[in-house]
């Protein structure tokens, strides 16, 4: 019922929940002062009115160390009003998380000393002029006060983190911020470690006010220190081993999260109780269990898939429908490899292909692209889809060219030589198959132009043969020229195709997926070789 209530307030008020529920919040305080001189009157013979206006006065005190406090804290508050109001880019969101998280802590450590100095010692020197008692009984009162003010504090703390749970609740659905943000927190060590010497102490004095027979400063004096020996001395072995049972399983978690983090799935708890920590380790080991085997998923993905295409099909933003996009497409294919798979042994054949894409494949993925399917001894990649690049296009072209110069000019694949046709297009991307059986491939006719466009390669003789719609996205540092426009088998129309030469080897910097790359005019004074007037783009 609380808590509802506490979300439904949160609803109304908006930004102004926080002053709102702080204020309210520390109107707690009176109830302490009430039963604070109610444990007083067991110790000091007085009249109620005496003991009532004693109340009323500590009550008109407090009041004006409540008002100190919200003008020193409200400052805090500021980035959870923003948020509220509506201030949700990320580094408010942070800001109001981390603001709602060390709030409680920060608005007590802030305003320790104000209720001691503008509540506990006034009221403790009015107490003993008006019960006329000596100057000495001050520091009874000032200590049992001292005591009751902690219990007020610890109050205010818990208070206010259930307070501000709503809050926080509301912020973490739109961002999940890490605890190794810089805030200010009480440990769940010192929550214990402080809570439950103060409820002994607290209970100590509580039972020997109602025992006691009289007995002025001197006997609350006795009680209070005995209250506070037992506390932390003989009730603190027993919060050491509250503590250390409820943290080593904690401890415990912490250490296989981080291991977690950093990859290894083998980790597990050991469950070392039955009750609730024991119950989040079996949690735990279930949950790691998962994982584990969604990493040996995307791990077979990864062998059989391009890692970001399996990436993609795992992640939330996988459309199983399909999108359309442009995209470019390489394809190449082994020249001449009917007759050299006749001569050669099956063993031979397969070695051969493996050593061919172990060098191309890793030149196609360095460029941004993906490898969509093999097909027999040629193969079909996609630049720009799943991960988008604007200059898919010119990361194509490149991935082209360093293949050609690998295999056909360094012979770092023996001896088999490729021809790479690369075309740009809409396609539709997206998991294609049926019974059972999906493949995330690229849709249409942009995809039959690549094919035919190395297709082409042999006919005119020619490593590289690209379309006219992948040369005019082309960047600086490629320069292509105009073979003609040809008739593409299963293509309607005549399709412009073009040859294209780097003004720099393909060992421009371009491979990294960041896109970076040397500046075209050094690339240029660099090779000499190319004469600038070969090639033209077309339009130009």
């Not at 992640?315 to 050669?344: H, K, N, P, Q, Y």
């Amino acid at each position: 019922m609380a808590v509802t209530a506490l979300r439904w307030a949160y609803r109304r008020l908006g930004r102004l929940y926080p002053r709102i529920f702080l204020v309210l919040e520390l109107q707690t305080v009176y109830p302490v002062i009430l039963g604070t001189y109610a444990l007083f009157s067991f110790y000091y013979n007085g009249e109620p009115g005496e003991f009532f206006a004693l109340f009323g006065i500590t009550c008109g005190l407090a009041a004006i160390a409540i008002v100190i406090a919200c003008v020193r804290t409200f400052p805090m508050l500021r980035p959870l009003e923003a948020w509220i109001a509506g201030a949700r880019d990320d580094q408010s969101t942070t800001e109001a998380w981390a603001a709602a998280i060390s709030f409680p802590w920060r608005m007590i450590r802030m305003n320790a000393l104000v209720p001691a100095i503008i509540v506990i010692v006034p009221s403790a020197v009015i107490s003993a002029v008006m019960l006329d008692l000596t100057w000495t009984a001050v520091f009874p009162f000032i200590a049992g006060s001292t005591v009751a003010l902690a219990y007020a504090s610890m109050l205010h703390y818990f208070a206010l983190e259930i307070g501000y749970r709503p809050l926080l609740i509301d912020i973490n659905k739109q961002v999940s911020p890490r605890t190794e943000a810089n805030v200010s927190a009480l440990s769940v060590r010192w929550r214990l470690l402080l809570t439950l010497p103060m409820i002994n102490a607290i209970t100590g004095m509580t039972v020997a006010a109602l025992t006691a027979e009289g007995g002025g400063g001197e006997s609350l004096s006795l009680d209070v220190g005995i209250a506070l020996g037992v506390a932390t001395t003989i009730a603190l072995e027993l919060t050491l081993l509250v503590t250390r049972s409820v943290l080593r399983p904690i401890a415990d978690l912490q250490t296989a999260t981080e291991r977690v983090l950093d990859g290894d799935f083998s980790v597990s708890v050991p469950v070392t109780t039955g009750d609730e920590t024991g119950e989040l380790a079996a949690s735990f080991n279930a949950m790691v269990q998962g994982l584990a085997e969604r990493e040996r998923i995307r791990e077979a993905f990864g062998t059989y898939l391009d890692r970001e295409v399996a990436d993609y099909i795992l992640s939330d933003s996988f459309a199983e429908d399909g999108i359309e996009l442009e995209v470019s497409m390489l394809f190449t294919d082994v020249r001449d490899f009917t007759g050299f798979a006749a001569e050669a042994e099956a063993k031979e054949v397969v070695a051969a292909l493996n050593s061919l894409f172990e060098v191309v494949v890793p030149i196609i993925s360095r460029h941004g692209g993906h490898v969509d399917k093999f097909e027999g001894d040629g193969l079909l990649a996609v630049f720009g889809a799943p991960r988008p690049y604007r200059d898919h296009a010119r990361r194509a072209t490149r991935a082209a060219l360093e293949i050609c110069q690998r295999v056909n000019e360094d012979e770092q694949a023996g001896n088999l030589r490729v021809g790479v046709g690369v075309n740009t297009g809409r396609v539709v991307a997206g998991a294609v198959g049926g019974g059972g059986r999906l493949n995330f491939s690229v849709i249409g006719d942009a995809v039959n132009i690549a094919s035919r466009a190395e297709a082409a390669t042999r006919e005119l003789d020619r490593d590289i043969l690209i379309t006219q719609a992948t040369a005019e996205s082309l960047g600086p540092g490629l320069e292509v020229k105009s073979v003609g426009s040809h008739r593409l088998k299963g293509v309607a129309d005549p399709v412009e195709l073009f040859m294209v030469r780097s003004a720099v080897a393909s060992r421009e910097g371009e491979s990294s997926k960041d896109g970076s790359a040397l500046d075209p005019e050094q690339i240029l004074a660099a090779a000499g070789k190319v004469r600038r007037g070969l090639f033209k783009r077309p339009g130009r």
